[in-house]
């Protein structure tokens, strides 16, 4: 069963920036990866994905302001984020894409001044 592991998030000011990382027990060639993120009673939604060839599709709300990257052995995705907005503040998951895996824990990013 393939594990995830989020890590990188933490409190941040408005303006700031964070990277995040997911680690994936196994490597990720030939699959779709992808950022998800779950505010408080929200639903989860997509932020990123990033295919095989590292093509990459953001939510308008991110785009220009984050970046999705990959290393297919081992394993892992990180998700480098810039001008970071209050409204950027939820939980983030990695998962393939469209998700199919058991969600990891998340990592919490919390944008506050």
């Known amino acids: 069963q393939v594990q995830l592991v989020e890590s990188g998030g933490g409190l941040v000011q408005p303006g700031g920036s964070l990277r995040l990382s997911c680690t994936v027990s196994?490597?990720?060639?030939?699959?779709?990866m992808a950022w998800y993120r779950q505010a408080p009673g929200k639903q989860r939604e997509l932020v990123a994905r990033i295919t095989t060839d590292r093509s990459t599709k953001y939510l308008d709300s991110v785009k220009g302001r984050f970046t999705i990257s990959r290393d297919n052995v081992p394993g892992a995705v990180y998700l480098q984020m810039d001008s970071l907005k209050p409204e950027d503040t939820a939980v983030y998951y990695c998962n393939n894409y469209p998700n199919t895996w058991t969600w990891g824990q998340g990592t919490q990013v919390t944008v506050s001044s």
């Open positions: 196994g490597t990720i060639f030939g699959i779709y």
